[in-house]
């Protein structure tokens, strides 16, 4: 399954896609899953972010030392990182027993 992500919102891109791949689980059950082929995205850096997350949205994490928080833009860290996709895709998933096997077929390009 191809996915241009060119001048989409990014949450409902994602939303559809995790819709498809949990009816695919429902209606064809385990055998469906196996025989899915890969998810791949491509144009990630055209995608629109709506709202004001390009200015007011950030991702924190600490370094262990004191004051060591770090702060970081969500856009800036979208545009280098390309697993924010991935992880977003992920928390729309089930947590289930095919979980891992579905994760594994989500490519970035």
Not at 3 to 29: A, H
């Amino acid at each position: 399954m191809n996915v241009d992500l060119s001048k989409k919102p990014l949450g409902r891109c994602l939303s559809v896609i995790s819709k498809k791949i949990s009816n695919i689980f429902f209606l064809k059950g385990i055998k469906g899953i196996k025989k899915m082929r890969n998810i791949y995205f491509y144009n990630i850096k055209k995608t629109i972010l709506t709202g004001n997350k390009k200015k007011n949205k950030f991702f924190y994490r600490h370094t262990g030392y004191l004051g060591g928080l770090k702060k970081i833009n969500y856009y800036k860290e979208f545009i280098y990182n390309k697993e924010i996709i991935k992880n977003s895709l992920k928390k729309m998933l089930s947590k289930n027993f095919l979980f891992n096997k579905i994760k594994k077929k989500i490519k970035i390009l």
